[in-house]
Nanobody
Framework: EVQLVESGGGLVQAGGSLRLSCAAS????????IGWFRQAPGKEREEVTE???????????HYADSVKGRFTISSDNAKNTVYLQIDSLEPEDTAVYYC????????????????WGKGTLVTVSS
């Protein structure tokens, strides 16, 4: 079983950047697809949307269309950590960002994720 802890959220002005971290423990991220999801304020948990995904199995990455070109996902196997670099932040990016792990898979579908972190809040001011 893997435990996930997100960090790096905060308040930032539009146009700024943040790097979110998802530190894993209890298992190696090499065996998982690790995804970043976000839940906008006032939205139900069922409306959590996938932002990006990286597979520890084959190294593939995936981005939601809305974040392509601004978000970059990466992983550091030595630190057992997955990062999400967010550039050119927009007020619409305001959300709680969660990382989640899908054991033995290469994709990150919300209902298929096995383990979740508690989230980190990103607030973008205009």
């Amino acid at each position: 079983e893997v435990q996930l802890v997100e960090s790096g959220g905060g308040l930032v002005q539009a146009g700024g950047s943040l790097r979110l971290s998802c530190a894993a423990s209890g298992d190696t991220i090499n065996d998982y697809a690790i995804g970043w999801f976000r839940q906008a304020p006032g939205k139900e948990r069922e409306e959590v949307t996938e932002v990006s995904c990286v597979s520890g199995i084959d190294g593939s990455t995936h981005y939601a269309d809305s974040v392509k070109g601004r978000f970059t996902i990466s992983s550091d196997n030595a630190k057992n950590t997955v990062y999400l670099q967010i550039d050119s932040l927009e007020p619409e990016d305001t959300a709680v960002y969660y990382c989640a792990a899908n054991l033995g898979e290469t994709t990150c579908r919300y209902y298929a994720m096995d383990y979740w972190g508690k989230g980190t809040l990103v607030t973008v001011s205009s």
